[in-house]
């Protein structure tokens, strides 16, 4: 099995990941970056009304294979009053 490596940026801070996991498919390096989003986002909010959260996957060379976003709007529709 190969080793990838799954860089994270949680809208603030980018993170490299140095130890990286092995991945018997694409269907599992696909699984496991988009499972991540969710818990960094979770990890991060609230911190304000816009954030983007990403996943990068990189290979034992390090050409970035596969990405996975996660992005947060909000915003109000009515004024205050």
């Not at 816009?50 to 990068?56: I, Y």
């Amino acid at each position: 099995m190969n080793r990838y490596f799954f860089d994270t940026f949680d809208g603030d801070q980018a993170s490299t990941d140095h130890d990286g996991i092995e991945c018997a498919s694409r269907q599992q390096i696909q699984d496991r970056a988009v499972d991540a989003l969710p818990d960094l986002a979770r990890d991060e909010l609230p911190n304000g009304p816009e954030r983007l959260f990403w996943v990068r996957v990189r290979d034992e060379s390090g050409t970035v294979i596969f990405e996975a976003s996660l992005e947060l709007a909000s915003r109000w529709l009515v004024a205050e009053g």
